[in-house]
């Protein structure tokens, strides 16, 4: 069997997780920032809070997920679609049925 | 807290229960205590990362759920027999349907077919294991935990009763105060964890570690369905997890997710709950789809009719199966546009299941049929689920369903597609892969009597409550008036019911029959099977595979078998040592420690929250460190083994 030979790839220090761990929570901590004790307006903190999301995803992406170790770009490429074709059908469309009668109500 | 607040007390039959419970713990240990069996227990069983034993031990914890649920069951078609009736009162009855869903859906149905696929799918693939065998342990044991937690609330601390799917406010705090709706989301968050770790588990291995010679579209069709399960699991439980963490907070923590005060969006419960939810029953569904694929297969003697439209039907379905949630609650009032999308995305789903239905009826022209227990349920699968997937499209129309909504014609149809193609299916798949785990059949005999007497007890109990539903009974009431002329379709219903309890003890009972009785295997190949777990001797010996077989197509094993008539033996290789990974006892202790952290918090006692995550983070820094890669199976062994074992 191919894994037979249990790799030693992991045997040295995993500094990109470290990194990545420490942005994470950097990252968080100044969503919660941004959100909490800033005097940005609502529609500010919400493009703030959007795009430090994202970068968060993309660090999860690099450092976590691997994303750049397959020999296979095909199916990187597929899962990803799938994933965001995924991403896109709940949160717009919990967005379009939850907004749906909204006028109806005293918010 | 009182003492009486902790323990369930006042009704009788939560003190049987509390009996029953301690009499079996009892004489468990005792039985383990007498026979010495308790090292042979840890090192055998519970620290075991081997997928054949972990897949057991989930069919086991699996049957036990079914018991606990079919005995919810039961009691509710005893309340409802007669209009009213006061064997239950409202809340105990709440309670009951509440976790009889639960547990069924959760602890049963997916513990079940997991488990199968543990045992069935590395085989079918020609690997030793699968791609993590320690996460594979990991997730059985949180599974298994966060079952125990959901079952104890019943006799410490009192059962959730918002239902199975704990809508708010129902299951908030003001509506919900006691500690019953907290035992669901950690209960439920804990399993979801192991199901979620299954998921990348399997995917890994389904890509990974086939045979080099088996392409993808070579697969078997468990297989397959497996791998698009997989898909499935991996994007709808990370939905559930955050919505059973959210309500949490709202519970535990004072916020406003899903409040009806304060800005929460009670509503959008249900909404994150069904988009995992309508995943969930393929999830639960494909499985099944996969098993009689190959049951069928085999028994008609020829290979499946229509691979490829098998194949894209899965995907296709796996990719619709997360544009339809909405179907759920039509009658949200979310208005014409949304539910009309929504209404023709769910008939959507009815084509490629059409398709498979008609593949597996073209499998079965002109095949030379045997009536195995195993076959007869597959058989019988194919008209239930039909009835179940005709009215399931008569619910897809919006504006028909807000007339069938929140009646027994709802649950007549989801319980005609849930144990027609589920349950079923993991009957057939378990008289079908019985001999691969224990080396002997089930009784045939047995088999049959239980096999009719659950199925005529199954279409008794749930069609009438077709015509119940169309007469205005709602779902979730416990009890009704005379006049409302109900009772002898309600009768007839319970009667159905007790016939399935009745078919489910005589499939324990020769479980424990075909212990005893049944001839020992001397072959791996029992029923003159297709694919490649059946190249496998009797016993499976634990690194599966001396040799690596190899797949030059479809029906791995049955080109083999044909090779093997015209002469052409394979030549035989020396053997080489194996890589196998070592046991584990941290999983199981992790999973304590998840059990231990869920419990206080469902109690608030955050002193036992806070031990308990802090156990979860050592074990996983001690596994961290853990550098121990296995060990190598001695060709001497392999020898050994492979002379015991018959093939």
Not at chain 1, 54 to 81: C, K, N, P, W, Y
Request: glycine fraction near 8%.
């Amino acid at each position: 069997m191919s894994n037979n030979e249990q790799t030693n790839s992991h045997s040295h220090f995993p500094w990109s997780h470290l990194i990545g761990f420490g942005l994470s929570i950097v990252l968080t901590l100044l969503a919660l920032w941004v959100g909490f004790a800033s005097d940005f307006s609502f529609r500010t903190i919400m493009i703030i809070v959007v795009i430090l999301a994202l970068i968060q995803a993309a660090i999860q992406l690099l450092m976590f997920m691997h994303i750049t170790e397959s020999d296979s770009s095909r199916i990187q490429v597929g899962t990803i679609l799938y994933a965001v074709f995924i991403a896109v059908a709940i949160v717009a469309g919990t967005i379009w049925v939850m907004s749906f009668g909204m006028h109806n109500m005293n918010m | 807290m009182k003492l009486d607040e902790f323990f369930v007390t006042g009704d009788p039959l939560i003190y049987g229960a509390d009996v029953s419970i301690a009499l079996t713990m009892i004489g468990a240990i005792f039985v383990l205590t007498y026979f010495k069996k308790w090292k042979w227990l840890w090192t055998e069983w519970l620290t075991t990362v081997d997928h054949k034993k972990l897949g057991v031990m989930y069919i086991i914890a699996a049957v036990l759920m079914l018991f606990r649920g079919g005995v919810d069951a039961l009691l509710m078609r005893a309340q409802l027999t007669v209009p009213d009736s006061s064997f239950l009162d409202a809340n105990h009855y709440n309670e009951i349907f509440t976790t009889h869903g639960t547990i069924m859906i959760i602890f049963m149905a997916m513990p079940f077919l997991i488990g199968l696929i543990n045992v069935v799918v590395p085989l079918q693939i020609g690997a030793r294991d699968v791609a993590y065998p320690f996460l594979n342990a990991v997730s059985f044991w949180t599974f298994f935990m966060g079952a125990m937690l959901f079952n104890i609330s019943f006799v410490i601390g009192g059962s959730p009763s918002a239902g199975w799917t704990s809508y708010v406010p129902l299951a908030g705090l003001e509506l919900s105060p006691g500690v019953g709706q907290n035992y669901y989301l950690l209960g439920l968050q804990i399993a979801g964890i192991g199901t979620l770790l299954t998921g990348i588990n399997f995917l890994v291995t389904i890509l990974k570690m086939r045979v080099p010679s088996m392409k993808l579209m070579q697969m078997p069709m468990f297989t397959w369905s497996s791998l698009i399960t997989m898909v499935i699991i991996i994007f709808a439980f990370p939905v559930l997890t955050v919505a059973l963490a959210l309500m949490t907070f709202d519970r535990l923590f004072g916020s406003h997710f899903f409040t009806m005060m304060d800005g929460g969006m009670p509503m959008l419960w249900a909404n994150l709950f069904w988009i995992w939810g309508h995943p969930e029953v393929y999830i639960v569904i494909l499985p099944a789809f996969g098993m009689f694929s190959e049951i069928i297969s085999t028994f008609a003697r020829k290979t499946l009719f229509g691979y490829k439209a098998m194949v894209y039907s899965m995907v296709v379905i796996a990719g619709l199966s997360f544009l339809v949630w909405v179907h759920h609650f039509f009658t949200m009032g979310a208005g014409g546009a949304v539910n009309s999308f929504f209404s023709i995305t769910t008939m959507l789903i009815a084509v490629p299941t059409g398709v498979k239905i008609f593949n597996w009826l073209f499998t079965l022209y002109k095949g030379r049929i045997r009536f195995t227990t195993a076959m007869l349920w597959s058989l019988a699968f194919i008209p239930n689920f039909v009835i179940g997937g005709v009215t399931g499209v008569m619910l897809a129309m919006a504006a028909a369903d807000y007339q069938y909504h929140n009646t027994y014609f709802l649950v007549a149809h989801f319980h005609y597609v849930l144990i027609s193609g589920t349950v079923y299916a993991c009957f057939a798949g378990l008289y079908f892969w019985y001999p691969k785990m224990f080396n002997h059949r089930l009784n045939e005999r047995l088999g049959k009597w239980s096999f009719w007497i659950f199925v005529a007890g199954f279409n008794l109990c749930f069609f009438p409550m077709y015509f119940l539903g169309l007469a205005g009974m709602p779902r979730r009431i416990y009890t009704y008036g005379i006049g409302d002329g109900w009772m002898s379709l309600n009768v007839l219903a319970t009667f159905g019911g007790v016939l399935m309890g009745i078919g489910f003890l005589i499939l324990v009972y020769n479980i424990y029959y075909s212990f005893r009785y049944s001839p020992r295997e001397t072959t791996g190949d029992p029923w003159d099977a297709r694919t490649l777990e059946w190249s496998t001797p009797a016993p499976v010996p634990h690194y599966n595979f001396a040799h690596l077989p190899e797949a030059k197509g479809h029906d791995a094993f049955w080109i083999m078998k044909e090779e093997k008539k015209q002469g052409k033996a394979p030549e035989k290789k020396p053997y080489k040592p194996i890589h196998m990974p070592s046991y584990s006892g941290v999983p199981i202790i992790m999973s304590v420690f998840f059990f231990t952290a869920g419990f206080g918090m469902v109690f608030s006692w955050h002193w036992m929250s806070i031990l308990g995550l802090v156990g979860v983070l050592a074990t996983m820094v001690i596994r961290s460190f853990d550098y121990d890669k296995g060990f190598y199976v001695s060709v001497e062994e392999i020898e050994e083994t492979e002379k015991k074992t018959t093939l």
